[in-house]
């Protein structure tokens, strides 16, 4: 029974050898690095609240009306870049930016204000240093489309993305958010979407690695000489 349970724990650790390594490898990483570093929550710029006052507000929905806006399900008030702006969804229609001072219709978002939403978003002086438009989802970005990538050459090689509908900063990645995402796809075992960890083959992997770690404590004691010990007792 020994000679069995070592054959299986000696096989079956070999096979695995690789995969554990990569657990124990991402999750010290991840242990490291918080996830606010990796979510670059401390590279947005700090900026005072700036609140739209009810009548410029008001003012600016009659505006719209005027103009032939009729319905929407929710409407959202806020400053963009220190310009009153007003959030109009609803439905399967896209959502629509309007400036409230003048009742022009801002979305879809042209290339240059979203680098001007992106750059008053970082923190510090850097400026983008490139613009790129993104149709489709991937695993680095998954949010709102259609969306501008906007790169800043900032020693993290940082990306933010902004959606072309509603002028929000969907996310922001990073070197160090792309690395953990990498690590994160081997971790689970989804080496494409890096999202799906209740695959297949993570259950058969991790009910490996439970066979391992069960043959390694029945063989325990026979590595410690527990097992000759009591034989040599029982022999004498």
């Not at 008001?58 to 009306?65: D, M």
């Not at 290339?111 to 993104?134: F, K, Q, T, Y």
């Amino acid at each position: 029974m020994q000679g069995l349970n070592a054959k299986i724990h000696k096989w079956l650790a070999l096979l695995m050898a690789v995969q554990i390594l990569f657990w124990f490898v991402s999750g010290l990483f991840f242990a490291v690095f918080p996830i606010e570093w990796v979510r670059s929550e401390h590279a947005i710029a700090e900026r005072r609240a700036q609140p739209v006052a009810i009548n410029i507000a008001a003012a600016g929905l009659e505006r719209l009306s005027a103009q032939g806006l009729r319905f929407g399900e929710k409407i959202e008030i806020r400053s963009l870049l220190g310009r009153p702006a007003a959030l109009v969804s609803g439905g399967e229609a896209r959502p629509a930016l309007f400036d409230l001072a003048t009742g022009r219709q801002m979305s879809p978002l042209p290339p240059s204000l979203a680098v001007r939403i992106a750059e008053a978003d970082h923190a510090g002086d850097a400026r983008a240093a490139g613009v790129h438009r993104v149709t489709e989802n991937s695993p680095e970005y998954r949010g709102a489309l259609p969306a501008w990538r906007v790169d800043f050459d900032d020693g993290a090689n940082r990306s933010l993305y902004v959606a072309t509908d509603t002028g929000i900063v969907a996310a922001r990645r990073s070197t160090l958010w792309r690395v953990y995402d990498f690590l994160w796809g081997l971790h689970i075992m989804d080496w494409r979407g890096h999202e799906n960890f209740i695959s297949p083959v993570l259950i058969i992997f991790s009910t490996l690695s439970l066979v391992v770690i069960a043959t390694g404590i029945i063989l325990f004691p026979s590595r410690l000489g527990y097992t000759a010990w009591r034989r040599r007792r029982r022999a004498m």
